[in-house]
């Protein structure tokens, strides 16, 4: 079992910054990929970035040039860097632990509880 805790998120103005991040813990594998989602009222959750334990990362259309996803394996943490964030980021913003295991049937996603992430003048 992994647990995720995200802290971060909070209230800012169109073209502010945030730094959102997910520390996990618990029965921790490697390799694995940690990542971000978010969901927005009456949307589904989608995709925000991922990065793998290796370093490889992907991200959504909407925040590339914006976003910057990273990680301290040390530490078992995740962190998101959101620069000039706008309006349609307004979302809640889940914290994804999934190992990278051969064997699929372990590749299943563990979620934080999520953190509010307004972005509003």
């Known amino acids: 079992q992994v647990q995720l805790v995200e802290s971060g998120g909070g209230l800012v103005q169109p073209g502010g910054s945030l730094r959102l991040s997910c520390a996990a813990s618990g029965s921790i594998f490697s390799p694995n990929t940690m990542g971000w989602y978010r969901q927005a009222p009456g949307k589904e959750r989608e995709l925000v970035a991922t990065i793998t334990s290796g370093g490889s990362t992907k991200y959504a259309d909407p925040v590339k040039g914006r976003f910057t996803i990273s990680r301290d394996n040390a530490k078992n943490t995740v962190y998101l860097q959101m620069n000039s964030l706008k309006p349609e980021d307004t979302a809640v913003y889940y914290c994804?632990?999934?190992?990278?295991?051969?064997?699929?049937?372990?590749?299943?996603?563990?979620w934080g509880q999520g953190t509010q992430v307004t972005v509003s003048s």
């Open positions: 994804n632990y999934k190992r990278d295991s051969p064997y699929n049937y372990l590749n299943y996603d563990h």
